[in-house]
């Protein structure tokens, strides 16, 4: 039987929990990785746009909906009209494949933890720094190159799973504690190693390319495609979070204030990463060799700024551990948000034990991400995030808007949204116009857009990738497949279960 549902303890015990969930790696690597991919400034601006006419609006629209149907995604999309539930299912899927190689990223930091021992020998050495993270993870660099199985990266990630679990084994509106924690301090480091990084000598260069755009690279759809779905990764949205959050909102919550506080906190500590990252990388003459995935950049630019930071090797050890240890507590609260969006809309819609579920979920989600930490495992955590961000996000985010912006009233839910709103409302401009046109058509636009130019690049996936076509059809397109197919398969699931004496939940909007 399901278990009566969590609520929040307070105000603040959700909007930290929900910065909790949005900032995590996808600020300290994914969001510095993808702007030196695509050269600096240009990027951090597509992304700003994209903040503003999709993030905010699309938070703001999951959190509103989530708490007025006191479900996860798929039942509150189901509550909306039935039809729509299978979007919720895609989102929940995609929220569960996220997990899958987020928690590798994860792993992969707190084995560096450890490995910052080894900046007692480096200090100054921003080559040999540069080097430890990919000696550590021992990749191949190619899809079908296993190599082996490094036994401290198993070990690692078994202790990012562990505390993953051990987090939300009780839900995850009981861990707000721990979020108050994991928030702030990494942000304090953050900026001491920014500091560190602008009193390099060429650091402005690297800071003038963070901040100036180059025009020229607009005329590229990766680019745009990129920012948008790092905008939805980073606030948590399209993935089922955000809505289970919502769900243990209490009616007087502030969704209006609450939405604002989030995204641009959250948008605050990315560009605070992109200032360490690229006045490191001005500091160390990186700025030519950009990593073309992006994917690498962020683990080998910290540990450079690390071995600057001091001349004294014990120093430098020690902020790199306490660092890492940072960036994990950043990783475990958005990990942990992802499990429960997954676990949130399962329990909820074969009522299910909810905690049961999130350790059934947990064990199958580690069990599948064991392919991450082999020698192939950087080649594929590249296909797979590529394609649930380029692809899969950008779907989702359509669907979404074209089910709450035409087939549901945007009005009503602006209205929840500004439901306790004294001071500052949600203005029906923003919203409306966003959730029904920009943020849709926008999105259609840079799809078809991405996708001719990825065939004119040759290829299924585009020249740039790099990976055989296989590859991309096993890590991309069959997931891409498998996502959306998702509420299709729990349909047959829940008919099959109804005849054996489910009753499913039909609260509905009004
Ligand atoms: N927003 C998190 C980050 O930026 O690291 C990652 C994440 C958490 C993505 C939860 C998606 C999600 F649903």
Redesign the pocket.
């Known amino acids: 039987m399901s278990t009566e549902r969590s609520k929040w303890s307070s105000r603040s015990a959700f909007v930290l929990a929900a910065i909790g ?11 510095p990785g993808l702007a030196a991919k695509h050269g600096g400034g240009a990027f951090l601006l597509v992304y700003l746009i994209a903040m503003l006419v999709m993030g905010v609006p699309l938070l703001m629209m999951e959190i509103a909906i989530g708490r007025k149907m006191k479900q996860g995604a798929a039942g509150s999309m189901r509550g909306l009209n039935k039809k729509l539930e299978p979007i919720g299912w895609a989102a929940v899927a ?2 569960f494949v ?2 899958v190689y ?1 928690a590798a990223v994860f792993a992969w930091v707190l084995l560096m933890v450890v490995k910052s021992i080894d900046f007692a020998g480096m200090t100054g050495d921003t080559v040999a720094a540069s080097q430890l993270w990919l000696t550590t993870i021992k990749t191949t660099g190619a899809v079908s190159g296993i190599g082996v199985l490094p036994l401290s990266l198993l070990a690692a990630f078994l202790v990012a799973w562990g505390s993953i679990y051990y987090c939300i084994r009780n839900g995850a509106a009981s861990v707000s504690k721990v979020v108050k924690y994991t928030v702030f301090i990494p942000v304090v480091l953050l900026l001491v190693m920014a500091v560190n990084g602008l009193r390099m000598p060429g650091a402005m260069d690297g800071v003038a390319k963070f901040f100036i755009p180059d025009f020229s690279v607009l005329g590229n759809a990766a680019i745009w495609v990129d920012a948008v779905g ?1 905008v ?11 809505f289970a959050y919502g769900s243990f909102l209490e009616r007087d919550s502030n969704i209006a204030v609450d939405g604002l506080i989030i995204a641009f906190s ?1 948008m605050a500590i ?1 560009v605070l990463a992109g200032v360490v990252m690229f006045s490191t990388m001005g500091g160390v003459g990186m700025l030519d060799k950009i990593s073309t995935s992006g994917i690498a950049t962020a683990f080998i630019v910290y540990p450079q700024a690390i071995v600057t930071l001091t001349n004294i090797g014990w120093v430098n050890v020690i902020f790199g551990m306490v660092f890492y240890l940072c960036l994990a507590t ?2 475990v609260d ?2 942990f ?2 499990v429960e ?1 997954v676990s949130t809309s399962i329990s909820d819609k074969f009522k299910l034990d909810h905690k049961k579920t999130t350790l059934n979920i947990s064990i199958i989600m580690a069990a599948m991400g064991l392919i991450f930490l082999t020698g192939a495992g950087l080649a594929w955590l590249d296909i797979v995030d590529n394609f649930t961000n380029q692809f899969n996000m950008i779907i989702i985010g359509i669907l979404e808007c074209v089910a709450i912006g035409w087939f549901f009233k945007t009005e009503r839910v602006l209205d929840e949204i500004n439901l306790n709103s004294q001071k500052w409302k949600m203005p029906g401009w923003w919203f409306n116009t966003s959730v029904r046109f920009a943020a849709p058509v926008l999105l259609v636009f840079l799809l078809v857009w991405n996708v001719i130019s990825l065939i004119k690049a040759g290829g299924v996936y585009g020249a740039a990738d790099g990976y055989p076509l296989w590859a991309n059809i096993v890590g991309g397109w069959l997931i891409t497949i498998l996502v959306f197919a998702s509420g299709y398969i729990v349909k047959l699931i829940a008919a099959a279960r109804a005849r054996k004496g489910l009753v499913e939940d039909e609260s509905s909007w009004s």
């Open positions: 969930s949005a900032v995590g790696l996808g600020n300290a690597w994914r969001f995609n929220a996220i997990s987020y790092q939805f990764f980073s606030l948590s949205i399209m993935m089922a979070v955000m959250d990315s950043l990783a958005s990990a948000s992802l969006g």
